[in-house]
């Protein structure tokens, strides 16, 4: 009889897994992207900062390459130019000399459409980019628009905006 009692306890053991719940890692994984993503990025736009780098927009180009050196590579943009990093990009308005928008690559935390609802709330718009064909979900900040792109409608998050509204 103690026997029986001791096998049932083992087998109960053996299948808790030591206290760890059946998907436990899984969920901390989720937690762990999704605490990349949080409410300050709404809050910091409003003030033209980009909160995930912390960077302000208004910057000068000798401004971004005193802070950040030399970039990956300098380019023209829509009649503007650009600064890339890794894995942020800076452009800037030809008339002003100042940072107008800065992006960042957001691949690898496989954002999602339900992912900023629940972090952001609602977006203001949702929008295909015809020209960039890209997804675009707007989230209107004032004088900024902060901005997530994914190569579909309800596809994985790959770059994030913040940008000045001209």
């Known amino acids: 009889m103690k026997a029986k009692y001791l096998l049932i306890i083992g087998l109960i053991f053996i299948m808790t897994g030591c206290g760890k719940a059946v998907g436990e890692s899984e969920v901390k994984a989720e937690t762990d992207e999704a605490a990349f993503l949080t409410f300050e990025w709404i809050e910091a736009g409003y003030n033209g900062l980009f909160e995930p780098l912390s ?12 802070a950040y050196g030399q970039p990956r590579e300098k380019g023209s943009y829509e009649g503007g130019e650009f600064l890339q990093y890794d894995p942020h990009t800076f452009f800037i308005n030809p008339m002003s000399g100042r940072t107008v928008a800065v992006a960042l690559d957001i691949e690898a935390y496989q954002l999602t459409e339900d992912d900023l609802k629940r972090e952001l709330g609602t977006f203001d718009r949702s929008e295909k980019n015809m020209m960039e064909d890209y997804w675009m979900y707007v989230y209107q900040l004032d004088d900024y628009e902060l901005i997530f792109e994914a190569k579909t409608e309800g596809g994985p998050l790959l770059f994030a905006w913040l940008r000045e509204v001209q």
């Open 55 to 66: 960077i302000e927009l208004g910057q000068s180009s000798e401004q971004i390459i005193s």
